[in-house]
T-cell receptor, first 113, second 114 residues
Framework: GAGVSQSPSNKVTEKGKDVELRCDPI?????LYWYRQSLGQGLEFLIYFQGNSAPDKSGLPSDRFSAERTGGSVSTLTIQRTQQEDSAVYLC???????????FGAGSRLTVL | GENVEQHPSTLSVQEGDSAVIKCTYS??????FPWYKQELGKGPQLIIDIRSNVGEKKDQRIAVTLNKTAKHFSLHITETQPEDSAVYFC?????????????FGAGTRLAVHP
């Protein structure tokens, strides 16, 4: 598509439930990133995928967070047993390998009650 | 790992004035420094970037300067307009053939008053 697409745009869930957030990167972009943006805060790196290489998961805050990227395209970020502190906007970005210019999606706003 | 600090956290200017946002980074291996603008309800969008082999880059009303010795870089916006109001993020990254992880500053909320 023309840009990075994320869904859902808004998700409200109850504490303890699992959630899945989806990212469709720009076609042909081999690099895909997930960032988290808490209210009024900066962008916190979560995970990075590059082609067929092992992902860099160093930013995932706990083992409740996981992500996968199927077929080198669509990525899903899964948060298990959600907590209130997980409430944030989750941003996905994609880019060409080595170019480092990232195109961000509009984000998925997660609210955990 | 890389750590990026950004100042100020908020900035208020009158239309037509200049705005300056400053960032410092910790990892001397970083050699790519982009600036992103985030409007309300949208994802950040790249507005300008600079690589370590140059000290300054301009694009119309915006410019970025880089001091590698001091490990700081700045965004300059001249003749500000109300549509410049947004949150601006700086970032730093080592630029290599493979893995490129951008580390962002905490952001600056710029308000331009008519």
């Amino acid at each position: 598509g023309a840009g990075v697409s994320q869904s859902p745009s808004n998700k409200v869930t109850e504490k303890g439930k699992d959630v899945e957030l989806r990212c469709d990167p720009i076609s042909g972009h081999t690099a895909l990133y997930w960032y988290r943006q808490s209210l009024g805060q900066g962008l916190e790196f979560l995970i990075y995928f590059q082609g067929n290489s092992a992902p860099d998961k160093s930013g995932l805050p706990s083992d409740r967070f996981s992500a996968e990227r199927t077929g080198g395209s669509v990525s899903t970020l899964t948060i298990q047993r959600t907590q209130q502190e997980d409430s944030a906007v989750y941003l996905c970005a994609s880019g060409l390998s080595g170019a480092n210019v990232l195109t961000f999606g509009a984000g998925s706003r997660l609210t955990v009650l | 790992g890389e750590n990026v600090e950004q100042h100020p956290s908020t900035l208020s200017v009158q239309e037509g004035d200049s705005a300056v946002i400053k960032c410092t980074y910790s990892d001397s291996a970083s050699n790519y420094f982009p600036w992103y603008k985030q409007e309300l309800g949208k994802g950040p969008q790249l507005i300008i970037d600079i690589r370590s082999n140059v000290g300054e880059k301009k694009d119309q009303r915006i410019a970025v300067t880089l001091n590698k010795t001091a490990k700081h870089f700045s965004l300059h916006i001249t003749e500000t307009q109300p549509e410049d109001s947004a949150v601006y993020f700086c970032a730093a990254s080592p630029l290599s053939g493979g893995y490129n992880k951008l580390i962002f500053g905490a952001g600056t909320r710029l308000a331009v008053h008519p």
